[in-house]
């Protein structure tokens, strides 16, 4: 039979065991506690390290791109003529000017310039297109700051077949220009009427790639033909640069036109009846 004292160290012992019990427990549920919240906290680093990598990916991926630059200018090659002091197989063309070469670096192909003809009929304001035509309204310029259409004459007119008023020589006589040629430009190769009216165009030698002074005004759109297999054909090659157009004046060539074409001369120039003599011709800057 237990005493007493027994059973109060039973009793101790069992308390003492229940206290241990308790303890551990609270430990493991502070373990768990513990665990989660760790779990939690990785899971969440783990999200934020994965946006972190994919923001720090794309930003490498989609390097920022370079915005197209368009170049609003170009360079024009100027040829010194050879006939011009001649040489071995190219005798002196005494009709050609020693005017230099135009400048050709960084030269305008945007935006036009007006050139303006004032003549003893009127004055003439063709509008040149420096997209179409840098080169030729550079040369332009550059002609017209020396003066070398001042004082000249629009030296042909063809009534018929095509329609144009030439003009450009100070030689009067269709051979005469600057001491350099440069190369086509803008060939309407697939417009018809390919030189429709009120157009300006560059004139060159038997259509060759030697552009130089000399231009033309069409007065009325150039016809076409049929060719041999009944196709529509214009009457004027497409071998001559389109410069611009007649924006002011065009009753002028109008009028010089309707007045007809005096009867051809040795080299087969028709001069027109209604004397054209331009004073000055000033090209504007560019707009």
């Known amino acids: 039979m237990s005493t007493l004292k027994d059973r109060q160290r039973a009793a101790r012992r069992a308390r003492l065991e229940r206290e241990m ?14 665990l989660s919240i760790l779990g939690a906290v990785a899971a969440v680093a783990v999200v934020i390290i994965g946006i972190v990598v994919a923001v720090k990916a794309g930003k490498s991926d989609k390097k920022p791109t370079a915005a197209p ?23 002196v063309d005494k009709d050609l000017k020693d005017t230099g070469l135009p400048n050709g670096e960084k030269i305008p ?8 003809m004032d003549t003893n009929q009127g004055k003439i304001t063709i509008t040149l297109d420096l997209a179409k035509a840098p080169c030729a309204a550079n040369s332009f310029a550059f002609l017209a700051a020396q003066k070398f259409f001042d004082k000249t004459t629009c030296h042909r007119l063809v009534p018929e077949g095509i329609y144009i008023l030439q003009c450009g020589d100070p030689s009067g006589k269709g051979d005469g220009g600057p001491g350099y040629t440069f190369a086509h430009e ?16 560059m004139a060159n030698p038997n259509d060759q790639d030697l552009n130089g002074s000399q ?26 640069t389109i410069i611009g157009t007649v924006t002011g ?28 003599n331009i004073s000055t011709v000033t090209v504007s800057d560019v707009k």
Request: aromatic letters at 6%.
């Open 186 to 201: 803008y060939l309407p190769t697939n417009d018809l009427p390919n030189y429709p009216e009120g157009v300006v165009a």
């Open 21 to 34: 019990m308790e303890r551990q427990e609270h430990a493991q549920a502070r373990r768990k506690r513990n």
């Open 215 to 240: 231009f033309f005004i069409i007065y009325k759109d150039t016809p076409t033909t049929p060719d041999d297999q009944g196709n529509p054909k214009s009457n004027l090659a497409a071998s001559y």
């Open 109 to 116: 192909k945007v935006g036009t310039r007006d050139m303006v």
């Open 249 to 276: 004046g065009m009753d002028v060539v109008q009028k010089v036109a309707a007045a007809g074409a005096k009867p051809a001369d040795k080299q087969g120039t028709t001069a027109p009846k209604l004397p054209v």
């Open 69 to 91: 630059t368009t170049s609003t200018t170009t360079t024009c090659t100027y040829t010194p003529n050879p006939s011009l002091h001649g040489d071995a197989t190219n005798p």
